[in-house]
C-alpha cells in the first residue's frame, strides 16, 4: 500500500520558470528590509512607548510603586511584540530567498497584503501632512501591493513561485 500511495504523491514536481527566482528575490527582499526596519523601529520607539505606558496608568491614578511596575511590564511587553514580528519577517524573508515552500509563498502573501494597507494610511497621512514618513508609508504601500498583486497573478496561473507543476517521469 505505501508504493502505490508514494508514487500517486510525488507523481508531479515544481518546475521553476523565468520569473520565479526574480519573484523569490524580490519577496524575499523585501520582507528582510521590513523585518530590519520593525526591529529597528521597535527599539527606537521604546523610550516613546514607555512613556506613553506612564502616562496612560498615572491617569488611573494607582500608587507609585504600581505605576512604574505596570507603564515597565506594559511597555516591555509592547517591545517584545515588536521584537517578535520583526522576526517573524526576517525568518519568512530567509525562507522565501532559501526555499521555494508553497506555505512560504502564501504567508508571503499574506504578509504582502497586509503591508500594502499602508497605502491608505500613507495618502490619510499626506492629507493631514505629515510629510516624510507618511510618503515613506505610501511608498512601501506601493512596493508591497505591486509585489502581492504580481504573485497573486503568477500563483493563479501558473503556481506558487511561478513554477510550473510538471509530471516526474520514471
Known sequence: MAGPLKRRLSAYTWQPTSRTLLMQALAGAFLLLAGA???VATLFA?????EAALHAIQLQRLPAAQEQQAAALAADFGVAIGLL????LLLLGVLSLARRWAWIFYADLVVL???AAAVVTGIVGLVRGEGIAALFQ???GAVAAALFIWMLSAGIDVGPWACR???VRP
Open 46 to 50: 521604546w523610550p516613546a512607548v514607555k
Open 37 to 39: 526596519y520593525q526591529v
Open 113 to 115: 497584503a497586509i503591508s
Open 165 to 167: 507543476k510538471a509530471a
Open 138 to 140: 505610501l511608498l512601501v
Open 85 to 88: 514580528a520583526g522576526a517573524v
